[in-house]
């Protein structure tokens, strides 16, 4: 239900954008995060997002270089990769889940409270 696409090789200092179409959450507001692993690494947490608040948690990693943002009418979210670095290296993995069951609750931060993920997309930067 989630497809990724966007990702590439690119040299450092370089950027790309990932795309995640979140088809099958029938939700005005929804949880996605993206996640990325290098093998033999356990996966990372990129960011966090609230799609009905447009608020996002981004990794000390990443913050101030990646930018993650939503089309509401292509069930798309985005995630803006600048000033990518060797270290970013990895596959990249969408997912998404309900909202949280209290309204004023934030969306998880551990990758096991989403239940839909995309097949992933590598990215590469030399």
């Known amino acids: 239900q989630l497809v990724e696409s966007g990702g590439g090789s690119v040299e450092a200092g370089g950027s790309l954008r990932l795309s995640c179409l979140v088809a099958g959450l029938k939700y005005s507001r929804k949880c996605v995060a993206w996640y990325r692993q290098v093998p033999g690494q356990e996966r990372e947490g990129v960011v966090i997002?609230?799609?009905?608040?447009?608020?996002?948690v981004y990794a000390d990693s990443v913050k101030g270089r990646f930018s993650i943002s939503q089309d509401r009418g292509k069930n798309t979210v985005y995630l803006d990769l600048n000033g990518l670095r060797p270290e970013d290296t990895g596959r990249y993995y969408c997912?998404?889940?309900?909202?949280?069951?209290?309204?004023?609750?934030?969306?998880?931060?551990?990758?096991?409270?989403?239940?839909?993920w995309g097949q992933g997309t590598q990215v590469t930067v030399s």
């Open positions: 997002f609230d799609s009905g608040r447009d608020r996002s």
């Open positions: 997912a998404a889940n309900a909202p949280p069951r209290r309204v004023a609750d934030n969306c998880p931060s551990t990758e096991n409270a989403y239940s839909e």
